[in-house]
């Protein structure tokens, strides 16, 4: 579903561009999250998953375009927990709210601790709890900035399969309860699948919105469900194609322009799935392919690869060299 | 599934991770610190006692240790003794003392200002390598034969080990750091304060430590050279044994020099380890 216009939205990217010297690291990138929506963003190394989240963040500035962000704060989880190994972990969490009076602060702290199923934990020291503790000790911290918009950089990339499957029903909870708006990025499809309302693929190379996947499956979803693996196995088709073209691109002399990009078959659509995710695949094809919708249309610049291969590729060297 | 099923799964797996680490005893931790230390001196003290049996030289010229300990001893029970490990100790202090206070306004405005770093980043690190016992001319050009000389040296001598710690500290504040207390809304000066400065303490920790060993050799120095009336001092007892060729006296002052410096680096290893162990830089 492309966003409406007249709805309020949480975080905004209009064109947005960021250049570090000669590399283009985000071209034009148009996107935007509704409250209360989780949108994961998911693409290969070098798209600018990790750049776009700093954005919006606040922590870099961009070259071109304009963010948005509505709401109270925005608060932001990395891949590693970021903890402060000088302070008890109570003490961490109790950094994101200096403004409040120390009493208050501690009562909250413990409160946003037993959020996150760690209540009794505030006196040790991070390096004392585990990996999946620690990341738990940064939602927390996350939490409480008192922030609606939270945005997470591959914050359970570090983690064991077991871990991150519980910190995704963890996650997927306390989203609701909070009535957050999120803004996940992953490069682990089934991940992306599994917690967004709406998974949004970036190409590398620069980072350009390459298309939206709107996901309708039910909730709580689970990772190693077949609606999951169908619809990862589509959006991670459509990604080793974007990885690939940018292999040939990189391969040709520059005197062969890129006309026809890749071998894009026509037929991509009806790919032929994974064996072991075939029979679902069959079975929940047609609802998905009707909801696939082009990314952003309208937005200048950021042309679906799929209905325009020819056309994004050739935006894609007018932006890379100017 | 349901939120309680969900919250025992993830305390399991909680409890599985986390293992008590118990430390062991003090006794035990204390004998296992000592025994190596124990066999270290009797090791030294044996090839000491070697090197005078082999006699390469006269007796009262080499002292053993058998000659050297009881005159240690003797030493021991008298107030002049105490007097010159008082007041060599208060001139470590105060120099020590004023080289922290230099050294931390220093580093801090060197780490902190583009412009001085540029400028005297640099000059710090030379300065560091610089013998201490070059800046003596100077010093008693400048100060006359006085405490204030001795002083000066010493702080020339540690400040810049203890700048360049706190510096090399705030360098390596690692970027993830810097970038969560950006997120959590530190700019500038709260940064510097509440992420940047306690992010610096194991490096500032070392440089204070290394900052402590210069200022003790620069102490050391200048009493030899620096003799004042009245001001019995470690330095001045190795320069006066070395005039009276009373070796025993010469060696159990050595001693003493050297167990103060080792005690007091201790000390400084005792807070290193328990940063770190808090910090969980380091097992046990």
């Given at each position: 579903m492309t966003v409406q216009v007249?709805?309020?939205?949480?975080?905004?990217?209009?064109?947005?561009?960021?250049?570090?010297?000669?590399?283009?690291?985000?071209?034009?990138?148009?996107?935007?999250?509704?409250?209360?929506?989780?949108?994961?963003?998911?693409?290969?190394?070098?798209?600018?998953?990790?750049?776009l989240l700093s954005l919006v963040a606040g922590l870099d500035e961009p070259t071109a375009g304009q963010i948005t962000t509505t709401g109270?704060?925005?608060?932001?989880?990395?891949?590693?927990?970021?903890?402060?190994?000088?302070?008890?972990?109570?003490?961490?969490?109790?950094?994101?709210?200096?403004?409040?009076p120390r009493r208050e602060r501690r009562a909250r702290a413990e409160e946003f601790l037993e959020m996150v199923h760690l209540g009794g934990f505030g006196r040790k020291r991070p390096h004392e709890l585990s990996g999946g503790m620690r990341q738990r000790v940064a939602l927390a911290r996350s939490l409480a900035q008192d922030a609606d918009v939270l945005l997470m950089d591959e914050p359970f990339g570090a983690l064991d399969a077991m871990t991150r499957d519980l910190l995704h029903d963890e996650l997927?909870?306390?989203?609701?309860?909070?009535?957050?708006?999120?803004?996940?990025?992953?490069?682990?499809?089934?991940?992306?699948?599994?917690?967004?309302?709406?998974?949004?693929?970036?190409?590398?190379?620069?980072?350009?919105?390459v298309e939206e996947f709107p996901v309708r499956l039910a909730r709580p979803r689970r990772t190693d469900s077949a609606e999951v693996a169908t619809l990862a196995a589509r959006i991670t088709d459509q990604l080793k194609q974007e990885v690939a073209r940018h292999a040939e691109t990189s391969g040709r002399t520059s005197a062969a322009r890129p006309a026809e990009p890749s071998p894009r078959p026509s037929a991509e659509q009806t790919a032929t799935p994974p064996a072991e995710t075939a029979s679902a695949e069959t079975a929940s094809a047609q609802n998905h392919t009707a909801e696939t919708v082009s990314a952003q249309n309208h937005t200048e610049g950021t042309v679906s690869a799929r209905n325009h291969p020819a056309e994004t590729a050739s935006a894609r060297n007018g932006g890379a060299r100017s | 599934?349901?939120?309680?099923?969900?919250?025992?799964?993830?305390?399991?797996?909680?409890?599985?991770?986390?293992?008590?680490?118990?430390?062991?005893?003090?006794?035990?931790?204390?004998?296992?610190?000592?025994?190596?230390?124990?066999?270290?001196?009797?090791?030294?003290?044996?090839?000491?006692?070697?090197?005078?049996?082999?006699?390469?030289?006269?007796?009262?010229?080499?002292?053993?240790?058998?000659?050297?300990?009881?005159?240690?001893?003797?030493?021991?029970?008298?107030?002049?003794?105490?007097?010159?490990?008082?007041?060599?100790?208060?001139?470590?202090?105060?120099?020590?003392?004023?080289?922290?206070?230099?050294?931390?306004?220093?580093?801090?405005?060197?780490?902190?200002?583009?412009?001085?770093?540029?400028?005297?980043?640099?000059l710090i690190t030379g300065l560091q390598t610089m013998p201490s016992i070059a800046w003596f001319p100077l010093a008693i050009l400048l100060f006359k034969l006085s405490e204030s000389a001795i002083i000066f040296v010493v702080i020339l001598g540690a400040a810049p080990s203890i700048a360049n710690g706190l510096i090399t500290g705030v360098d390596?504040?690692?970027?993830?750091?810097?970038?969560?207390?950006?997120?959590?809304?530190?700019?500038r000066l709260q940064l510097y304060l509440h992420v940047i400065l306690p992010a610096s303490l194991p490096s500032f920790l070392a440089g204070l430590k290394q900052g402590w060993a210069f200022a003790w050799r620069s102490l050391m120095a200048g009493e030899i050279v620096v003799i004042i009336a009245n001001q019995p001092s470690l330095g001045e007892q190795l320069h006066y044994a070395r005039e009276l060729a009373d070796s025993a006296g010469l060696l159990a002052t050595m001693i003493v020099v050297l167990v103060l410096g080792i005690v007091i680096d201790l000390l400084f290893?005792?807070?290193?380890?328990?940063l770190r162990r808090r910090w969980g830089l380091r097992a046990g």
């Open positions: 007249d709805r309020q939205v949480a975080v905004r990217l209009d064109a947005v561009s960021k250049r570090y010297g000669d590399l283009l690291a985000l071209d034009r990138v148009g996107l935007s999250v509704a409250p209360g929506e989780f949108v994961c963003l998911l693409g290969a190394s070098g798209c600018g998953k990790s750049t109270r704060r925005v608060a932001m989880m990395f891949q590693e927990p970021a903890l402060f190994p000088w302070l008890t972990v109570a003490a961490n969490v109790e950094m994101a709210m200096r403004e409040l997927e909870r306390i989203w609701r309860e909070r009535e957050l708006s999120v803004l996940f990025v992953t490069h682990n499809v089934r991940e992306a699948v599994r917690l967004g309302d709406r998974v949004v693929l970036l190409s590398s190379r620069p980072g350009k919105v | 599934m349901s939120t309680d099923t969900h919250a025992a799964q993830l305390a399991g797996l909680d409890a599985l991770e986390i293992q008590e680490k118990r430390r062991r005893h003090l006794v035990s931790r204390l004998w296992a610190r000592l025994w190596p230390i124990t066999l270290a001196v009797g090791i030294v003290l044996a090839i000491w006692q070697g090197v005078v049996w082999a006699g390469f030289w006269e007796p009262w010229v080499f002292a053993g240790p058998t000659e050297v300990f009881p005159v240690l001893y003797e030493r021991l029970g008298t107030a002049e003794f105490w007097q010159a490990v008082g007041v060599t100790m208060r001139r470590a202090v105060t120099g020590f003392a004023a080289a922290v206070l230099i050294g931390l306004v220093v580093g801090a405005l060197v780490s902190r200002v583009k412009v001085l770093r540029a400028a005297f980043g640099s390596y504040t690692p970027p993830l750091l810097l970038r969560a207390g950006h997120v959590l809304g530190f700019r290893e005792t807070g290193d380890n328990a």
